[in-house]
């Protein structure tokens, strides 16, 4: 792990000498994964996203700060019908509630990255139905041939002006804090 905090901060200061133009081409590789985990007064529930995350492939600009990086063009496009929560009732539940219908899209955009320790505190805005709400989060990074960035997104839904689902005539009530999980397995290349 700490490896590999090296060598990522060793990549970025590379780049930030450089005199050309800051950006990196990042591929998003197989085996990159997101899921949302949520919980209701009866039982927990994840729904598993199963298209390609997109873009796979986008360059993203940078600017060198004060402890950290201002990031551009850094942004991760969800269908929000894409989603499998283990049963055509629960799917169409969660397709009501993130309004699939009328906003298809769900968005992170990564616009700064701090070093945090041993991991890195990302700030972002996540766009859900049409409402936009800037977030902190941590992410963490994992050894192998490629890099591994892993975050937990803790929010609630209410922010995003979405109604929790009830059901049985409010005997079933969904949580309104829920939890999107993300891996990423990442190949970085310098533009030049």
């Known amino acids: 792990m700490k490896l590999i905090s090296i060598i990522v901060l060793s990549l970025f200061s590379m780049l ?3 005199d050309v133009e800051n950006k990196v081409e990042v591929k998003i590789l197989e085996g990159s994964h997101l899921y949302i985990n949520g919980t209701s007064n009866v039982n927990e529930f994840t729904c598993d ?7 796979k ?16 063009d ?15 009732r629960i799917n169409k539940d969660f397709d009501e509630l993130v309004k699939s219908n009328k906003f298809p899209v769900i968005q992170i955009e990564v616009y700064e990255i701090m070093p945090k320790r041993a991991n890195f505190q990302a700030k972002i805005v996540m766009t859900i139905a049409g409402v936009k709400k800037s977030l902190p ?16 997104l ?12 009830t059901k049985a005539m409010g005997l079933i009530k969904v949580h309104e804090e829920i939890s999107i999980h ?8 310098i533009e030049s």
């Open 154 to 165: 803790n929010l609630n839904i209410e922010d995003f002006n979405l109604d929790a689902p």
């Open 137 to 152: 989060v941590l992410i963490s990074l994992q050894e192998g041939k490629e890099i591994n960035y892993n975050a937990t």
């Open 182 to 189: 993300v891996n990423l397995r990442l190949g970085l290349s």
């Open 74 to 88: 850094a942004q991760l496009q969800l269908e929000s019908g894409s989603f499998d929560c283990g049963g055509r």
């Open 49 to 55: 996203y199963l298209k390609p995350i997109q873009p």
């Open 16 to 18: 930030l000498n450089r």
């Open 57 to 72: 492939t986008f360059t993203l600009s940078y600017e060198n700060i004060e402890n950290g990086w201002l990031i551009e």
